[in-house]
């Protein structure tokens, strides 16, 4: 008997170490198991080889780590010129805020782009968290910090005519909406949290993008035939920088007059916007995949 607690005694530290792996083991792979990815639906639009064939529409899945993952939110002011264009965005904002909460919850870097409004944000910690990022050089001689204009060498004219500015209905004393600067900040219905971001430089957006080891950027906002293209920072800025931009087609609108060609709705003009994008830019997707419910709709015919 006394040899059999001898036993037991010299044997339990070893039992004891032995439980403690097992648990630290278990905790790691608890860890593993809990880490949190996202896997997004995207669709793009293809040229086969052949000239004569129509482009065709191809629907693939990426999973990304939120943590090399970034939003863009671009130009959600709080009024603009055109007040159509307003209501529109005020009716996309409560969606649009409701699926960064989602995102950023996941670890997902949230960037507000509200261009032209950076005095406002001035002594915010988010635009001076931007402004202290550290430096890093893109490509030389790239113009990070210009506008992207329609690139005839990549892509065909758009598919809307914009060239009246956009603007679908009178203001609301019945006469045209004159084009000016209405905005002043982003539309209070977007939160701005603590670890958000705030600029509208295609630099700043670079350096946190490679700071923050970014590998993934989804873009939206407003207006896509405009600045959601043409920024600094957007879709065709990321796309010549070789990232990894996707549109969230839901979450965007144009500035398109259906008095203009190709006489379509607004709403199927917007349609042809993104319809281009895939084509020449980048694939989309929809809030769907960060918040689970259906696509945004706008309340309009």
């Known amino acids: 008997m006394r040899s059999f607690f001898y036993l037991v005694f010299l044997c339990l530290p070893i039992l004891i170490l032995s439980c403690q792996s097992d648990q630290k083991e278990e905790r790691k792979s608890s860890a593993v198991s809990e880490e ?32 090399k993952t970034a939003i863009i939110v671009t130009d959600m002011w709080d009024r603009h010129w055109c007040e159509r264009a307003t209501q529109r965005v005020s009716q996309l904002a409560p969606v649009m805020n409701k699926t960064l909460e989602n995102a950023r919850a996941m670890g997902v870097t949230i960037i507000h782009a509200p261009s032209g409004t950076m ?72 939160g701005i949290e603590e670890k958000d971001y705030i ?13 923050n080891k970014i590998d993934n950027i989804v873009v939206m906002g407003v207006h896509l035939n405009m600045c959601v293209l043409g920024r ?10 070789k990232k990894n931009v996707v549109l969230m087609r839901d979450m965007t609108d144009t500035m398109y007059n259906p008095e203009m060609p190709p006489y379509v709705s607004h709403f199927e003009g917007t349609d042809l916007v993104i319809d281009h994008v895939e084509k020449f830019w980048a694939p989309t997707l929809v809030s769907s995949d960060f918040t689970d419910e259906p696509a945004f709709v706008f309340n309009e015919n």
């Open 36 to 67: 949190k990815t996202v896997t997004v639906n995207l669709r793009k639009k293809v040229k086969p080889e052949s000239e004569a064939s129509s482009w065709e529409e191809v629907e693939f899945t990426e999973t990304w780590d939120p943590q």
């Open 232 to 241: 600094p920072f957007a879709i065709r800025q990321l796309a010549n920088l």
């Open 119 to 190: 005095n406002f944000y001035k002594d915010s910690p988010q635009r001076k968290a931007a402004i202290k990022t550290p430096t890093h050089n893109a490509p030389k001689d790239f113009p990070i910090n210009d506008w992207c204009y329609l690139d005839e060498n990549k892509e065909v004219a758009l598919p809307i005519d914009d060239s009246d500015g956009g603007c679908d209905m009178p203001c609301s004393d019945g006469k045209p909406c004159e084009e000016m600067t209405a905005w002043s900040r982003q539309i209070e219905s977007i």
């Open 199 to 211: 600029t509208d430089q295609g630099q700043e957006v670079y350096n946190i993008l490679v700071e």
